[in-house]
């Protein structure tokens, strides 16, 4: 079946530092890949999206490119800051099925330092 | 603001107890989820319903129950067969049709807790 296999972590990285966190993915067709932000004690939030092959999606600094040729959607950010310490979920949904539910990453804990 | 709400923040259950977490929506989405989340493993589906009076076990569906009378409304009981239910429950909304509806939005979430 369909899976998501993102970098374990914790990353810690001291402020400006750049971020890069891994995912790959497995899928029979062609999913849409997301990243989402979890802040402690929260739910999560959608970070960015892309739906095809080559699309980037892009927020608040934070990118991610959607490579089918490696099967890869890595989350890259240039100048990380103290407030963008929370967990960080990797996912896919499969574009056949609307309605069915996301794979998720098991997420990868980024902690950044002053 | 349209959005998601989940209540209560936190829940307490005593063995043998059954306990329901609310979820409410007023996105006018579809489809509605329950995810469970537990330290290091990611979200697990639970339960899912794509439209009203309907609902389909996720992969982690032992021990739960579900709900849809409403489309606003996804009930999720805990029961007393569901062993180890100590984890952080997320409840979830997508549209069913037309874009953006591979996007899920989710709750705050309830963390519930075994006394």
């Known amino acids: 079946g369909d899976s998501v296999t993102q970098m374990e972590g914790p990353v810690t990285l001291s402020e400006e530092a750049f971020l890069t966190i891994n995912c790959t993915y497995t899928a029979t067709g062609y999913p849409s890949l997301f990243w989402y932000v979890q802040y402690p004690g929260e739910g999560l939030q959608l970070l960015l999206k892309a739906t095809k092959a080559d699309d980037k999606g892009s927020n608040k600094g934070f990118e991610a490119t959607y490579r089918k040729e490696t099967t890869s959607f890595h989350l890259e950010k240039g100048s990380v800051q103290v407030s963008d310490s929370a967990v960080y979920f990797c996912?896919?949904?499969?574009?056949?099925?609307?309605?069915?539910?996301?794979?998720f990453g098991k997420g990868t804990t980024l902690s950044v330092s002053s | 603001d349209g959005g998601i709400t989940q209540s209560p923040k936190y829940l307490f259950r005593k063995e043998g107890q059954n306990v329901t977490l609310s979820c409410e929506q007023n996105?006018?989405?579809?489809?509605m989820y329950w995810y469970r989340q537990d330290p290091g493993q990611g979200l697990r589906l639970i339960y899912y319903s794509q439209i009203v009076n309907d609902f389909q076990k996720g992969d982690i569906a032992e021990g739960y129950s579900v709900s849809r009378e409403k489309k606003e409304s996804f009930p999720l009981t805990v029961t007393s067969a569901q062993k180890n239910p100590t984890a952080f429950y997320l409840c979830?909304?997508?549209?069913?049709?037309?874009?953006?509806?591979?996007?899920?939005?989710f709750g705050p979430g309830t963390r519930l807790l075994v006394l």
């Open positions: 979830a909304s997508s549209v069913n049709r037309g874009p953006p509806w591979e996007t899920q939005y």
């Open positions: 996105l006018n989405h579809d489809a």
């Open positions: 996912a896919l949904s499969d574009p056949s099925q609307a309605g069915t539910a996301l794979i």
